[in-house]
């Protein structure tokens, strides 16, 4: 067990650019989220995914975001035509109802998104 | 909609000595849970406590341990014996109960351990 892990670390990009992060939840976890973090603030919920489906989006995930985990494994969160608005951390959490810890969801170290 | 706060930014202790960060939150449901999460500098969020809200009995995990007040809606966290390592970013956070279910978290609390 390695543990989440989140690629890359940190981007930088232009506005207008396209980004996108991955996400690779804690293996057998078959749920995992994304939340957004800004500066001082707590996370944010983003998305949920059970397995490959996308059960809930929050209202802060604009039609510029989309999610996907095509084989209910690893996970991508794009975001099309960024904005100064978008810097954050972004980060990926995963949890599992059949382990000794449902209730608790592991949280990966995180991609801080800059947009100049 | 659920909602949580915490209403200090910023505390700091003694090493060794016991430090209390406030949490309150608001909700219309009877089956949910609360959490702490440590967000050390730089390093990944860990979940520090949690408490079921059907049981009476505050949670205590080590030197940590939560004061559950349900009919208040407050839920602090109690470190003792505070150590240098316990410097981070605390949040508190609500979910709701049944199968998968996002975490709303408050707006954190920085803790500095003075040496």
């Known amino acids: 067990d390695t543990g989440v892990s989140q690629d890359p670390r940190h981007k930088i990009t232009k506005r207008g650019q396209n980004v996108t992060f991955r996400c690779d939840p804690i293996s057998e976890h078959n749920r995992l989220y994304w939340y957004r973090q800004t500066l001082g603030q707590g996370p944010e919920f983003l998305t949920y995914?059970?397995?490959?489906?996308?059960?809930?989006k929050s209202r802060l995930l604009s039609d510029r975001f989309s999610a996907e985990r095509p084989k209910g494994s690893f996970s991508t969160l794009e975001i099309q035509r960024t904005e100064q608005g978008d810097s954050a951390m972004y980060l990926c959490a995963s949890s599992s109802p059949t382990s000794g810890r449902a209730y608790e969801q592991f949280f990966g170290p995180g991609t801080r998104l800059t947009v100049l | 909609a659920q909602t949580v706060t915490q209403s200090q930014p910023e505390m700091s202790v003694q090493e060794a000595e016991t430090v209390t960060l406030s949490c309150t939150y608001d909700t219309s449901e009877s089956d949910y849970y609360l959490f702490w999460y440590k967000q050390p500098p730089s390093r990944q969020m860990i979940l520090v406590i949690r408490q079921e809200a059907y049981k009476q009995q505050n949670a205590t995990e080590n030197r940590f341990s939560v004061n559950f007040q349900k009919a208040a809606k407050s839920f602090s966290l109690k470190i003792s014996d505070s150590q240098l390592g316990d410097a981070a970013m605390y949040f508190c956070?609500?979910?709701?109960?049944?199968?998968?279910?996002?975490?709303?978290f408050g707006q954190g609390t920085r803790l500095t351990i003075n040496p």
């Open positions: 995914f059970q397995n490959e489906a996308q059960l809930e």
């Open positions: 956070a609500y979910r709701r109960g049944g199968g998968a279910q996002k975490l709303v």
